[in-house]
């Protein structure tokens, strides 16, 4: 006799937080390795993420170090909400012992297609009721080395894919 299950799992806002909290740690590491980012700037990005992941919004976000237009250490995810996700890494590890004197911290966030399917109305509802509002700019250049792919954080199948730069990991 053989038997089989199925399981079906929805990705939902519990899923965002889970896999936005694992951002969050890794945050707080660049924060102890390098003073940046602070308590509230993380507690915003968490935020942020949790309702974009939620809705499926988000394509890629990058936090980090820049200097003249190009990354110095950084963090870079890739939101993959396709179901691809098997693995769901520790946090950590972050790029460390990078040069910042001279360099800002900055995040830029690029929106996914379901993002631009909406309507401009339901686009400024969501916008409200993030902490920040971003604004267009350009997103950092990678002068030295390439963005290393080295964890996955994901829950119900979907979630983010971490890529690093910078510092020796």
């Known amino acids: ?33 390098y003073g940046r980012p602070s308590d509230t700037d993380i507690e915003n ?9 939620a809705g499926g919004y988000v394509k890629e ?22 179901g691809n996700l098997t693995a769901d890494d520790r946090s950590g590890r972050i790029p ?15 929106y996914s297609s379901a993002w631009f399917a909406l309507t401009q109305a339901q686009r400024d509802a969501i916008e409200r009721d993030l902490p920040f509002a971003r604004s267009s700019g350009a997103e950092p250049i990678v002068l ?13 199948g979907c979630g983010l894919r971490r890529a690093t730069i910078g510092g020796a990991v």
Do not use: C, P
């Open 61 to 82: 976000v990058s936090y980090g170090f820049r200097r003249d237009g190009a990354w110095i250490a950084a963090l870079k995810y890739t939101a993959d909400m396709y």
């Open 96 to 110: 460390r012992g990078a040069n910042t004197a001279g360099a800002a911290w900055y995040s830029f966030l690029s």
């Open 45 to 53: 990005y968490v935020t942020e993420l949790t309702e974009l992941l």
């Open 144 to 156: 030295t080395g390439s963005w290393a792919l080295d964890k996955s954080y994901s829950a119900a």
């Open 1 to 33: 006799m053989t038997y089989s299950y199925t399981t079906t799992e929805t990705w939902s806002r519990t899923h965002a937080r889970y896999v936005a909290g694992k951002v969050a740690a890794d945050l707080r590491q660049m924060q102890q390795e």
